[in-house]
């Protein structure tokens, strides 16, 4: 168990709706990164996030935002929702804002239908 | 933008043997060069890293190796055991102030035969 906790673990909707992933770092981890892995598309970066303050970004859609609060959990939401959306999801954290000592969680499986 | 190209995307040894997994990067500056290792319904897991300055690095059975001039790193596993089955992914970081572009290599899934 990496101390990292991603809400739900798997997750079905239908094309054009919107979902919330939610992501409890480590406790005491300040930087939380959230990851796309899908089979065309491999294991992607999408976002990071610093004590509450966006530090990165990558490979993540305009339909995609995120924003991490005060009490350092995540939030990764996802909206007009499309087939090709459907992927592991997968946040990990750090105590600093380097990528360097990551734990991820177990992902949430997200199938668009 | 970088790219990064990981060979062999699938790799079978038997118990004990030696695997080498190795990946290509394209952005000269990229500084930060971690391995995870996934298994199977698990998030990737850290295995080891190695930065820029760096040539070698090993951990017990496990040893990565980085040729900056060629752009390549490698990550050797000795002794091969049936848990070290799994998918490996290398990644080239660059971290440059607050700035962190990540790029991962496409995996390559190991099978430790016993």
């Known amino acids: 168990d990496s101390g990292v906790t991603q809400t739900p673990k798997h997750l079905i909707t239908a094309t054009g709706q919107r979902v919330t992933l939610r992501c409890s770092p480590r406790?005491?981890?300040?930087?939380v990164y959230w990851y796309q892995q899908s089979l065309d598309q491999g294991l992607q970066f999408l976002i990071q996030y610093y004590n509450g303050e966006e530090r990165a970004k990558g490979n993540i859609l305009e339909r995609f935002s995120a924003q991490q609060f005060p009490d350092l959990h995540s939030e990764l939401n996802l909206s007009s929702l499309e087939l090709g959306d459907s992927a592991l999801y997968f946040c990990?954290?750090?105590?600093?804002?380097?990528?360097?000592?990551?734990?991820f969680g177990q992902g949430t499986r997200l199938t668009v239908v | 933008g970088e790219n990064v190209e990981q060979h062999p995307s699938t790799l079978s040894v038997q118990e004990g043997d030696s695997a080498v997994i190795k990946c290509t990067y394209s952005?000269?500056?990229?500084?930060?060069f971690p391995w995870y290792k996934q298994e199977l319904g698990k998030g990737p897991q850290l295995i080891i890293d190695i930065r820029s300055n760096v040539g070698e690095k090993k951990d017990q059975r496990i040893a990565v190796t980085l040729n900056k001039t060629a752009k390549h790193f490698s990550l050797h596993i000795t002794e091969t055991q049936p848990e070290d089955s799994a998918v490996y992914f290398c990644?080239?970081?660059?971290?440059?102030?607050?700035?962190?572009?990540?790029?991962f290599g496409t995996g390559t899934k190991l099978q430790v035969i016993p």
């Open positions: 990644a080239a970081i660059l971290n440059s102030g607050g700035y962190q572009k990540v790029t």
């Open positions: 990990a954290s750090s105590i600093r804002g380097q990528n360097t000592e990551a734990f």
């Open positions: 952005d000269s500056a990229s500084n930060y």
């Open positions: 406790s005491g981890d300040l930087s």
